[in-house]
């Protein structure tokens, strides 16, 4: 099979970089969990799940909205996909997805699910929170259905179902999930952790971090997880002091979030973590060569 691509589009994606957590999985996992506390478009967790590379995936998300949506994948498939095949491309409908997902509420999933999945497709860079494509007077170069596949985000949906009992969901805090949720987990388990960007998060996402939240964060990830892990993040000073001490690589990176952004991101391994000889980055920029230090 071919690079399967989720049906969420996800500021800072990593998708991408599926072949090198690959590249992890074969040196420390066979047949095991992969889990992400920071799920969002869960991009690499589906690709390597259909790939056969893991057993079970476990994704969580604090985002009330992104968890309806992954819950209504596994749990309401036939529902959510008949949604789509009916979905109105107009601005009138629009803002009633906007409505649905700024009140998120639990009492209906599968239609806070849907309202998340419509806005990820027709706003600017996937964003709940941004403009609609070809803006409100759809005048723009492209209109709000160029990232709307009907038939396409279907089929992955289904796709993505056929593996529902392998997959396990839950809306949690990530830290709340990191302490009480992971422990439970077989040993056979590796977490990779993506958490909001240190800088320009307020502009990705609908949560995000202040210095305490990652500085505290930090603690936690480096204290409580027992399993092997993988964390990612923007690669600025602060967050290359809190994770000092482990073995790390810094890569450039470009995407696109509303403005093309570039910058530098850094991966960080646990001690338990066993590493090839030289990693290498598949392509994100130039397709550097990157060796683990620290």
Not at 142 to 148: G, L, P, Q, S, V
Not at 183 to 199: F, G
Not at 219 to 229: A, D, G, P, R
Not at 234 to 248: A, F, K, M, N, Q
Request: net charge positive.
């Amino acid at each position: 099979m071919g690079q399967f691509k989720t049906p969420l589009r996800y500021p800072g994606g990593k998708q991408r970089l599926a072949p090198f957590i690959r590249e992890i999985l074969n040196e420390n996992l066979v047949d095991g969990n992969y889990v992400e506390p920071y799920a969002g478009g869960a991009g690499v967790a589906i690709e390597l799940l259909i790939a056969g590379d893991v057993q079970k995936i476990h994704l969580n998300d604090s985002e009330l909205s992104v968890y309806a949506f992954w819950h209504s994948v596994k749990n309401r498939t036939e529902d959510l996909c008949r949604l789509i095949s009916r979905a109105s491309l107009t601005v009138e409908e629009w803002r009633e997805r906007q409505a649905v997902v700024k009140a998120a509420s639990r009492k209906d999933l599968l239609s806070l699910g849907y309202s998340t999945f419509y806005l990820n497709r027709v706003n600017r860079s996937g964003m709940l929170s941004g403009g609609l494509i070809g803006g409100v007077n759809q005048n723009g170069n492209y209109k709000m259905d160029a990232r709307f596949n009907r038939n396409d985000l279907i089929r992955r949906i289904e796709v993505i179902a056929k593996y529902s009992n392998k997959i396990f969901v839950s809306n949690k805090d990530a830290e709340d999930y990191i302490q009480n949720y992971i422990p439970k987990l077989s040993p056979n388990t590796l977490v990779y952790l993506d958490p909001p960007y240190y800088e320009k998060a307020k502009d990705l996402y609908l949560n995000w971090y202040d210095k305490s939240d990652h500085t505290r964060l930090a603690k936690t990830i480096q204290s409580k997880i027992k399993h092997k892990w993988i964390l990612s993040y923007d690669g600025v000073p602060e967050i290359l002091t809190l994770y000092s001490r482990r073995r790390h690589f810094v890569y450039d990176l470009q995407y696109n979030a509303g403005n093309v952004y570039k910058g530098k991101e850094v991966f960080v391994f646990s001690d338990k973590m066993k590493l090839p000889q030289q990693c290498v980055l598949p392509h994100v920029n130039e397709g550097l060569k990157m060796l683990v230090t620290g």
